[in-house]
């Protein structure tokens, strides 16, 4: 089995069809179907099912189809950046954020910059879990901050910190002179709560399930900035991160913690794919930002 025959194989699967493989591969019909027999004969399994009129793929074909297809994807990844680390040395780092992790995230780069000052740094925000894992398994990106365990065989999952859940009311709200507060305190409130694929949604919503509450949503937002302003403005109350709200420093709301069963403390993880190559750049950034957190 090599690399040539992988690539017809897969072109064969994404191509539905062994004619249109062929004039993409720029190689004759025959050919093309000698190499993917050999191939079977090779690994000692059948991939295409024959007796179908149309493509289909067996169940160890669909397995080797998934395998190969990444295979290729990293070595298309290895072979690019070799030749731009021969050329021009390594000037990318693409981090997957969340947006909660902005606390502390800009300190860890700062440090960084100064000693890789040309490397250009993209920051992408992957809010939920599919999120992550498509873009570290198609190597969109190296590494991710994420506050979702990724139990996925080729990604790594280091445990950073604890992140708790506060409650921002508007300053006139009446619950304001409370120490803390629970779920059922929260019952009959206008809600500001995240989008769809957020995880703060959908351990709140969880939380309000347990406590057999239905919560008045009014408004859905894709950014917990958003969700403060409106707070401001008196038009609901919402739940984020207590981190990422002591750190804005903003005082046109009262912050008040959530003491419920119902409502737990989750873990940030950096999760990176292990079976990618990882240049010294992002080697260097994982180190800063573990030593970060055990300091």
Known sequence: MNLQQLSYFVTIVEQSSYTAASKKLHISQPSLSNAIKKLEKEVGLILIDRSKK????????????????????????????????????????????????????????????????????????????????????????????????????????TPLYQEKLAALLPLSHPLKNKDFLTIKDLKNEKFIIPQEGFRTREDILNAFRKSEIKPQIHFETGRFETACDLTEEGLGITIAPENYIKHRNRTNFHIKQIRDSNLSSRTVYLSFHKNRYLPPVVEKFIYLVKDYFIK
């Open 54 to 157: 149309d493509l289909k793929l067996t169940k160890e074909g669909e397995v080797l189809y998934q395998e190969a297809k990444r295979f290729l994807i990293h070595f298309d990844h290895v072979s690019a950046e070799t030749a731009r680390l021969k050329n021009e040395g390594p000037l990318e780092l693409s981090i997957g954020i969340i947006e909660s992790s902005n606390f502390w995230v800009p300190k860890i780069l700062k440090e960084f910059k100064e000693e890789y000052t040309k490397v250009l740094i993209r920051l992408i925000e992957v809010p939920n879990l599919k999120d992550v894992e498509t873009a570290l398994n198609e190597f969109e990106i190296h590494l991710a901050i994420t506050n979702q365990y990724t139990n996925h065989d080729h990604i790594v999952s």
